[in-house]
């Protein structure tokens, strides 16, 4: 058995897991030899092949692609056309950026690309001539005849250039790839050195970074293009008579060039290229063998070590050798108690990433958990999703708070604690993403805010875990105020369909769907959110209609057809019936089995997954994979537990996939799995035992892990019975404190003719219902009653003394004689109401998600509004929301008809043309005015005609994506 004798490797064969226990997991070579950096880099996966460190903060890498979506990281396993090879990358993401400071080595003075077709300074490749491994990456570029490797240390690389001989030898440094310069700097500082920077505006408006490169061939010429008197691109040509490989040493910095030459002189000196290397794949190797793990199975390895790789290449360093940093004011602060880190994807990364660092990373959670303490008083607030000393307003919740609950939990507590629990609380008390509807209603309103569903169910997971904190710091009213906010999700719980449900004006967003994609939810539909609760799990079992029920339904998602309805959304992969582990919202899921004593359908579905979903190829990921989430999912699986419920200190068993797995703990001590008798059909636990005792539940608590000890599973070909039994299950409960959820409009129309009959129903059985109408006194619900003229109803429910949040609705009586004939179709996720939407006298807002305007498209809109008798008529007006960005554009012309005869429009107004392909980057809304001047008819006949085809500059015009027209009220004066 080969072992490399280094001296972090020996610690890791000598230290057993106890006296007692087995020996622990054995590696056979260098497990760097396991990771496939190309895993990821086809399909969705937006990961990238080239050389970076462990949560290093350079990523050194070819890039074969400008922008779309699938080149978020740059670089995608499809093309054949190096761009050249940039300092910045991201690895996972599903919003594009970065690509700072591009290098490629070129034969001739060519400041082109190539992206257009014409000769370039880029060139062709084959994968047959690519190599990539942790810490290193090597290309032959065909056309130019330049063999490229890279190599990194953290905050500085190496490129090393052969040119065959007898070649032009020239570096083209491109500032402006990629993303919008905002500024930009290249100054010669000698004949091998030159510094500068670029600010830039993606995903992050106001990036700053700063360069220091430094050849080891003296420049011969240097060429540059300006813009005005600004260098923004350079061509250095060097004697190709001079023999050997040319170098190129790059120091990287937010803060400024005097930061980026010292990162690049402290950390690569005087270093050879083959010995940065060697130090890169040492450093790769001793942070792989954290979990050091056993297969039959060589697939598995690579799997495995695969996504330990891509599990540590975010967050990322953010900080320079001498402790300065730019922080989320943009201005430089300095500290040396902790490395500070940007590129936090939290709403992916809290579920399965973050735990896992609290088990093999603590001493760097502690500094993630700081340098979002820090953010918080540079900026304001704990990030959501930063990037850069950005915020973004990427994804929804507010998910630093549970990476910090749960690592207080879990005692790794070096940092302000109470700063900790004041940054949580501001978090969740801001007036902005639905955070004031939800804390006065406890949900957010579809008319208020869009993804409301989701976002209800986020935020009351995340306050559960500051509840979690304050009672564990002993801050009772804190818990007691956050305790009852996690119950909020029963507030968007349809008894009816049996879904979590958007609540629009106090109604179940109707006609309801469950597979239809839509803005009531983020990146996902009804089946994907609606098990979304995993602090009150044993709740949500129970409103569900109990064990059978819920059972029930998790058979109906991974059964249920793979096709959704609605809205096209990319990140909706890797399904299983309705199980999309493409996405993070449903990676808890297959573990829910095992709370109602199921286990064998958790083991069957998580060994599907894991053996399916994830293979060792380009497209290995079946989805984005999100700076490590995807493959933290991988590595807790592969091992057999899963923490379905960060900051509760559990984690639920489900099945291993591999023989045997040691993780050495940063305290010195082991934990090893085993799995006995384990191949691809003997997935089923037989019986486990704990440190040789046996364990009959199916879950594990954190200290178990880290105490160190030994888990050992028996596995067969069929299911047992073991962990079935009531005491055996995992609990995920909130027993004090209950809510009552506020009643809803069961039956009624908002927007009514004569009069509309009101039905009201409470998901509580026990509850009372109080309704009041226009400020009269409240009275206690028995009968459905009757609405006939404009009014606001006020309700709310009652249990004992425990009353819920009072909810006012707004009713409008509408003319009686008028009505409406659509002739084209609405899309039913953006339907307003209903066919009477566009005569009801409620109008939208800039935001389009919130459901208060009809949506269509790739169709013209054709309305005929009959006023019920003939009348004068002044004015009549249409309004229309553009959002280009969400496909949302205005109509090319908006013609409009009256008539007294329905089927003879007589009389022609003049056409109102709008400029609906110019490029606006803002949602707004336009109207287009009919003057009628008195003119008497009856009928009016509204055409919009879609502008169709996205123009070229659009993102979407490479998906062949079609224009959606979003109109709202036909009003007439």
Request: one cysteine or more; glycine letters at 8%.
């Amino acid at each position: 058995m080969y072992r490399l004798l280094t001296g972090y490797l020996l610690l890791t064969f000598l230290i057993g897991c106890s006296p007692q226990g087995p020996d622990p997991a054995q590696q056979e070579k260098a497990l760097t030899s396991y990771v496939n950096p190309f895993i990821g880099t086809g399909g969705h996966g937006h990961t990238y092949p080239g050389a970076t460190l462990p949560f290093g903060m350079i990523q050194l890498s070819p890039d074969t692609r400008l922008d779309g979506w699938d080149g978020c990281s740059g670089y995608h396993y499809s093309d054949d056309y190096i761009f050249g090879f940039s300092h910045t990358h991201l690895s996972g993401t599903g919003v594009s950026d970065y690509g700072d400071l591009l290098l490629s080595p070129t034969n001739s003075l060519n400041f082109n690309n190539g992206a257009d077709g014409k000769a370039g300074y880029g060139s062709k490749f084959s994968h047959e001539n690519e190599i990539a491994s942790p810490g290193f990456y090597q290309v032959k570029l065909d056309d130019t005849k330049v063999t490229v490797s890279l190599t990194v240390s953290e905050r500085a690389g190496m490129h090393q250039y052969d040119f065959e001989p007898g070649v032009g030898q020239f570096i083209i440094l491109d500032l402006d790839h990629r993303d919008k310069l905002l500024d930009y700097k290249i100054e010669q500082l000698s004949d091998t050195e030159f510094s500068g920077y670029r600010f830039s505006e993606a995903w992050a408006t106001d990036q700053r970074f700063y360069f220091h490169l430094k050849f080891s061939k003296a420049v011969k010429e240097v060429t540059f293009l300006r813009e005005g008197t600004k260098k923004r691109k350079a061509a250095f040509e060097f004697d190709n008579e001079t023999p050997g490989p040319l170098l190129v040493s790059v120091g990287i910095s937010a803060v400024d060039e005097a930061g980026a030459k010292a990162n690049m002189e402290s950390e690569l000196g005087d270093k050879s290229f083959d010995q940065l290397r060697t130090e890169a794949a040492a450093k790769w190797e001793a942070q792989l063998q954290k979990i050091v793990v056993e297969s039959s199975e060589e697939e598995s390895l690579y799997n495995f070590y695969s996504a330990m790789y891509h599990s540590m290449l975010a967050p990322n360093l953010y900080q320079d050798v001498d402790g300065r940093y730019r922080g989320m004011d943009l201005k430089v602060h300095q500290t040396t108690a902790f490395d500070y880190y940007t590129v936090f994807s939290l709403w992916d990364t809290y579920r399965a990433a973050h735990p896992l660092y609290t088990i093999i990373e603590q001493e760097r959670t502690n500094d993630f958990v700081n340098t979002m303490l820090a953010k918080y008083k540079e900026g304001g607030i704990i990030p959501i999703w930063d990037l850069s000393a950005n915020y973004t307003g990427c994804m929804i919740g507010y998910h630093g708070i549970p990476v910090i609950a749960d690592a207080y939990m879990k005692g790794l507590r070096n940092y302000d604690t109470a700063l900790a629990l004041e940054a949580m609380k501001h978090s969740a008390t801001r007036d902005h993403l639905g955070l004031e509807g939800y804390k006065e209603f406890g949900f957010v309103p579809m008319e208020l805010e869009s993804e409301s569903v989701s976002k209800t169910l986020e935020y009351a997971y995340d306050d559960w875990t500051i509840a979690q904190m304050a009672k564990a710091m002993g801050e009772q009213e804190d818990y007691k105020n956050y305790i009852r906010r996690a119950q909020n999700y029963k507030n968007v719980y349809n008894p009816d369909s049996g879904f979590m449900q958007g609540r629009f004006r106090n109604q179940w967003f109707a006609p309801f769907d469950p597979y239809e994609v839509n803005f009531n939810y983020t990146e996902a539909n009804a089946w994907q959110y609606s098990l979304y609760v995993p602090q009150d799990i044993n709740g949500l079992i129970q409103l569900m209609g109990g064990p059978e029920a819920f059972e029930v339904h998790l058979d109906e998602l991974f059964t249920a057809k793979t096709e959704t309805s609605g809205r096209d959304q990319a990140d909706i992969t890797g399904l299983i019936g309705q199980y999309a582990h493409g996405n993070e919202p449903s990676h808890h899921m297959a573990y829910l089995y095992n709370f109602v004593g199921k286990p064998e359908k958790t083991q069957k579905y998580v060994q599907q997954i894991g053996r399916n979903l994830y293979t060792n190829a380009p497209d290995g990921i079946s989805g984005n994979e999100d700076c490590g989430q995807m493959s933290a999912w991988y590595i807790f699986s592969a091992m057999g537990f899963y923490p379905v419920t960060p900051a509760s200190n559990q984690y639920i068993i489900g099945t291993p996939l591999l023989e045997k797995a040691t993780i050495n703990l940063e305290n010195g001590k082991q934990f090893t799995v085993m799995a006995n008798n384990l191949s691809e059909a003997n997935y089923y636990i037989q019986s486990a035992s704990l440190n040789g005792k046996p364990l009959e539940r199916s879950f594990l608590y954190h200290n178990e892990i880290t105490d160190g000890g030994w888990l050992a599973f028996e596995m067969g070909p069929d299911p047992s019975d073991w962990a079935k039994v009531d005491e055996a299950l995992p609990k995920s409960a909130i027993t004090d404190e209950l809510i009552v959820t506020p009643p809803f409009i069961a039956s009624g129309d908002i927007a009514f003719k004569e009069n509309t009959l009101i039905e009201l129903e409470s998901i509580d059985a026990e509850a009372t219902i109080h309704y009041r109408l226009d400020q009269g006194e409240f009275q206690t619900y028995d009968n459905p009653f009757t609405i006939s003229e404009n009014a606001v109803l006020e309700t709310y429910a009652k249990v004992g003394a425990v009353e819920s949040a009072v909810l006012r609705t707004a009713f409008y009586k509408v003319d009686p004689n008028r009505s409406i004939r659509l002739e084209s179709q609405f899309a039913n996720q953006y339907n307003a109401g209903g066919n009477d939407a566009l005569i009801d006298g409620i109008r939208g807002s800039e935001d389009f998600r919130t459901g208060a305007w009809q949506g269509y498209q790739d169709q013209d809109v054709i309305a005929i509004v009959d006023l019920g008798s003939i009348k004068p008529i002044d004015r009549i007006k249409v309004s229309f929301l553009q959002d280009q960005r969400s496909w949302i554009f205005l109509p090319t012309e908006v013609e409009c008809y009256v008539s007294t005869n329905p089927q003879q429009f007589y009389k022609n107004l003049p056409t109102v043309s709008f400029n609906a392909g110019q490029k606006d980057e803002n949602s707004k809304i336009e109207t287009a005015s009919f003057d009628m001047s008195g003119y008497s008819a009856r009928y009016i006949k509204i055409v919009a005609k879609n502008f169709g085809d996205l123009p070229e500059w659009h993102l979407g015009a490479p998906y062949n994506g079609k224009a959606w027209i979003f109109v709202d009220e036909i009003a007439i004066e």
